[in-house]
């Protein structure tokens, strides 16, 4: 794009980057000086996600962080959307490359990025008075909906995981309960009224409730005529007959989003219903668990500390005060004194969860019922 986005730093006026410690490290463990987050998981190979970059901006507009929020927008767009996010919404994965060059590794779109990044400019734009910024959220919205939203048979109104490879069968897609915050949903409702974003979060809670047959969440379902948990998208595409649900690293977001969102927000209160599984499971175990499956039975008690980070919001929403305090003696216990991160060797996606949590537990940021961000320097 034409404009230099450095130069609309000047746009912040006098406000001063507010203190945050856990921001200022996680900013120099996982940033680099270009705007690139990265994600140091011995897996990952160095790789950066959408998703980290949304998550990203977020944080620094919750902190009034103007000019690494501009340097992460900058990056995604030169090196995810192809130097234009009017035209293209950025590829999700970006790494190095077999024959070694550093690229985009998959050109789907990940649709929990796309709205959270939409989200972040329409709030910055906003907050910080900058209507270009709350244009392209709006560009971006347009190309959300117009490639990732489809009405399920059986649910109404949802969003895809991506805009391709999730609809094995014209009325059969998969979906991820976690993609779907209804604060987000809620902002983006209240700034495009005709737009799908009113019915999608109308029909959220009955994506909530398919996915949590036993009160826990699942993290894919398959959804067509009827809907019902299911294995991930890569076992349904290998026709993997015998994949089993489960409950895990994507749909521990669901509990985190409910937790911090307002309980005024339309479907938050239904959706917290069917997830009493977990609130029972907290009420007699010290950590959630890592695994469940769709019957309930936990597969692997041991979850990590980025899952007790997301119980903290979800169980002060529910009034189990004393629960949610022992998640965060938890998630205070277990920072490292070298790196003031969370866990002795810091994950990327524990870090992100926590951030959130503790966030929204100091009253860094709130969501009022209409999704919009209620921030300390404002």
Known sequence: MAIALGTLSLQTGCRAEVPWPLWQQYRAKFIEASGRVIDHDPASNERTTSEGMAYGMFFALVVNDRPTFDKL???TEDNLAGGDLTARLPAWNWGKSPEGEWKPLDTNSASDADLWMAYDLLEAGRLWKDDRLSKLGDVMLDRIAHSEVVVSPSLGTVLLPGPFGFKPKPNTMILNPSYSPPQVLARLKAEQPSG????ALEDLPGLIGAASPSGFVMDWVISGATTAPSGTPAEIAAGATDAKPVGGFESIRVYLWLGMADKATLGVQKSLQY???MTHYMDSNVTPPLQVDATGKVL??????????????YLVSLGHKDQANAQATRLAASVDPATGLYGRTPRYYDQNLAMFSTGWGEGRFRFDRDGRLKLKWK
Do not use: E, H, Q
Request: hydrophobic content about 35%; aromatic content about 12%.
């Open 73 to 75: 927008l900058r990056w």
């Open 196 to 199: 799908p974003w009113g019915t």
């Open 275 to 277: 997830t009493n599984g």
């Open 300 to 313: 692997n008690p041991d979850g990590p500390v980025g899952f007790s980070a997301s119980m903290i919001p």
